[in-house]
Structure formats: C-alpha cells, structure tokens
C-alpha cells in the first residue's frame, strides 16, 4: 500500500503537444513509488521521450502537473528546474551524450561540479569525488585501464558503463534511462540491467527504464503500456479525424 508521501512521481491531467492541436500526451494518471523499478514501453514515436522530457522539466505540458519529489516541478522557472534536475535526476541517454574532450572519469564527476545536493551527499559519504566514480566504474565493470582514457576510444558498452555512472554519481533520487540498451546484443543487455538494479537498490534510487525491447519488462517490479495509459495515443490509434472532431466538439 503507498499513499503519495511514498510517490516520486505523480503525473496528474497531462497535455502535451509540440505541435497546437496535435496531442502527443494526454495522461489522465500516472504514480511512480520511491525505490521501483518501472518499465516503460510503447512503439517508436508513442511519447516515450517526451514524457522523459517532461519528468525531466526539459519541457512542461500546456495542462496539468509534473510532480517530481512532491514539488509540481512544471511550475517552477527554468532556472529551478535546470537546478531540480541536476540535483535530483540522474539521466541515461540513448546516445549517452558522454563529453567527448574528458576521460572517462571527468566524465563520470561531472554532474557533481553543477548539483550542490548530489555532492552533498557524497560528502556525507566521506568517498572523495574520483573515488566514488572509481567504484561506480568498477562495479559497473568497466575495466581500471580505461579510467584516464578519452571516452571516444571506447566500445558502446563501455560508453553505456561510464553514461550510467555518471548518471548515479552523488545518489539522485530518480534515474531516468532513455534505451539505454538499444545498441546492445541480450545477454549483455540483461547483465547491465542487473549491475544498474544493484546499484540502485543499495543508494536507494528510483528507475523508471524506458524500452520498446519488450524482452526486458520481466525484470522490473512493474511494466507501464504508455499506449494504455495515454490517451493522445489511443485516440491516434482509434479515433478517425471526423469522430475525433466530433468527441472535442
Ligand atoms: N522536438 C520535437 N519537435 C516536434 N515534434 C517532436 C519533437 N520530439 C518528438 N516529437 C514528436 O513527438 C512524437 C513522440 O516522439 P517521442 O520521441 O517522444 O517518441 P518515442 O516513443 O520516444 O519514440 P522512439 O521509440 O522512436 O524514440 C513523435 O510524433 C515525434 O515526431
């Protein structure tokens, strides 16, 4: 049983659209609890990145609230937000986005230099900023060699090690990844699932995974259809241009 002291996330009457008129998210509902593992799921071009977006306060919906740590983050100004999401978020993109002028290990403390919460909670740590990457990296099985290494002269499973990392250095409260997998064969997929899992459950994160690789939802404690909880999709999917004028008439 949760009551919404234990939400991380409440999504409440969401509209989104990047076009005027064109909803791509209309979300009635959606609550993520504190230490899940969600999965979400839906076809190429069914909003998952925009609703990461939102999360993320890279974007805010034209209705409803995006609450984020109980804080309606869609109402905060952009600076707010830029600062909300850099103490609180920690992201793994699909392309990683890693820096690629900085070794592997500037890249992973990199947050740190902008998120005075997450290097707060390191310093309670008593782990200095190189040590605490170096022990992401290494449990995330990134081989020591490569720590001084510029990250452009490494595969993409090593590119995806130092993007998680970098992502929970300092112990955000959300960890937000965007397929971080796609480029993976799935074996390899699964084992980098399961080393994120345990560092997730040992900081206490929140993992909301976003996939279109179905073969992966058995792992996460839950598996959300965006398509069955976003109404802009089933209306795309359902709804002819006249019955959809007629239903906003
Ligand atoms: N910056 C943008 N400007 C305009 N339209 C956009 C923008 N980003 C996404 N869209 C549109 O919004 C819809 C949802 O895109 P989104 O990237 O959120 O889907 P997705 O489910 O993440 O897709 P994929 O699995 O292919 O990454 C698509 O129709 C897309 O064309």
């Not at 609550?31 to 805010?60: A, N, Q």
């Not at 290990?105 to 947050?111: A, F, G, S």
């Not at 309670?124 to 990457?133: F, H, I, L, T, V």
Request: glycine letters at 6%; one cysteine or more; charged letters at 25%.
């Amino acid at each position: 049983m949760t009551d919404s002291r234990s939400h991380i996330i409440e999504l409440s009457a969401i509209e989104f659209s990047w076009k005027a008129g064109l909803p791509v998210l209309d979300i009635p509902e959606l609550t993520v609890s504190r230490g899940e593992k969600v999965f979400v799921r839906g076809p190429s071009g069914s909003g998952k990145t925009t609703l990461l977006g939102l999360l993320g306060g890279v974007i805010t919906p034209q209705r409803g609230q995006v609450k984020v740590l109980g804080s309606d983050i869609s109402r905060f100004s952009p600076v707010q937000r830029d600062r909300f999401r850099a103490d609180h978020i920690g992201f793994i993109f699909q392309m990683f986005n890693l820096i690629p002028y900085l070794s592997v290990i500037e890249n992973v403390t990199l947050p740190l230099s902008f998120a005075k919460e997450r290097k707060s909670n390191l310093a309670g740590s008593a782990r200095s900023e190189q040590d605490e990457a170096r022990r992401l990296l290494k449990h995330l099985e990134l081989d020591d060699s490569l720590l001084h290494r510029p990250v452009t002269e490494l595969s993409i499973g090593q590119q995806q090690r130092v993007a998680a990392a970098r992502a929970l250095i300092g112990k955000p409260d959300l960890i937000i990844a965007d397929e971080p997998t796609s480029a993976l064969d799935t074996d390899t997929r699964e084992a980098f699932i399961n080393l994120l899992f345990a560092e997730c459950q040992a900081a206490g994160n929140t993992l909301l995974f976003v996939s279109h690789d179905q073969g992966l939802e058995t792992l996460f404690d839950r598996s959300i259809a965006l398509n069955e909880i976003n109404r802009a999709s089933q209306c795309r999917t359902t709804a002819t241009p006249v019955s959809k004028a007629m239903e906003v008439a």
